[in-house]
C-alpha cells in the first residue's frame, strides 16, 4: 500500500516529527472499535501480504485519518492491535470488536469515528468508538462469539434434511482457543 500523499511531498510527517520533538503531541489512547462490513470484496480480516482485507483497510484509514503514525504503519503490534475474531473469505459482520491504540485528536468519540468513517470504502463503516481502559484486548476480552446464518428459503424446501443439517450447528460453541496455534 502506498502511503505517500498526493503531492508526493511529506510535509505531514515533518509537521507530525516536529510536533513530536516540540512536546507537543496528541495523547495515545486505547479504543474500541465497532465494525460493521460487507465481506465480499475481501480475503478475510486478518492481515495478510498481497491481499486485500479489512485490517489493512481499517488501518489504512486510521493512517489517512492521522490517528496512528507512519512509522506504526504497517506495525499493528506498535499499536496494540486486537480482534474479537477473525473471519474467512466473502464474511459479512455487523458487530465484529477490535481495540486499538490511537491519537486522540478530540475528546469526542463521534469525531473520531466519522475521521475514520470518512476514509474507509463504502463496504466497511465503524458503527462506534468507545474509551477503554490500557489492559483491555479485544481477543481475550469476549466470552463468546455468535453466528447468525442467512440462508435463502429453497434451501428450506426438504423439512427433514434442514432439521437434521440445523442440529448438526445449533448451539453454543467456545472457539476462544479455536485459532491460538495459528
Not at 507537543?24 to 482485507?53: C, E, H, S, W
Not at 491504540?101 to 470504502?121: A, S, Y
Request: glycine content about 4%; aromatic content about 8%; charged content about 30%.
Amino acid at each position: 500500500v502506498d502511503i505517500s500523499n498526493e503531492n508526493g511531498n511529506e510535509n505531514e510527517d515533518e509537521e507530525q516529527q516536529q510536533q513530536e520533538e516540540t512536546g507537543n503531541k496528541l495523547p495515545k489512547r486505547k479504543v474500541a472499535l465497532f465494525i460493521g462490513f460487507l465481506g465480499t470484496n475481501y480475503t478475510g480480516f486478518q492481515m495478510n501480504k498481497d491481499q486485500r482485507t479489512l485490517q489493512a483497510e481499517i488501518e489504512l484509514a486510521l493512517y489517512k485519518a492521522k490517528l496512528i503514525s507512519r512509522s506504526n504503519f504497517g506495525f499493528p503490534n506498535k499499536y496494540s492491535w486486537s480482534s474479537s475474531a477473525r473471519t474467512d473469505k466473502g464474511v459479512h459482520s455487523c458487530a465484529q470488536v477490535c481495540s486499538v491504540k490511537i491519537l486522540i485528536p478530540n475528546d469526542d468519540m463521534d469525531v473520531v469515528r466519522e475521521m475514520i468513517n470518512k476514509e474507509l470504502p463504502d463496504d466497511i463503516v465503524i458503527l462506534d468508538v468507545v474509551r477503554v481502559a490500557r489492559s483491555y484486548v479485544a481477543k481475550t476480552a469476549r466470552d463468546k462469539v455468535r453466528y447468525q446464518y442467512m440462508l435463502p428459503s429453497f434451501l428450506l424446501q426438504d423439512y427433514a434434511l434442514t432439521q437434521q443439517n440445523l442440529r448438526s450447528i445449533a448451539g453454543e460453541h467456545d472457539d476462544h482457543d479455536k485459532d491460538k496455534d495459528v
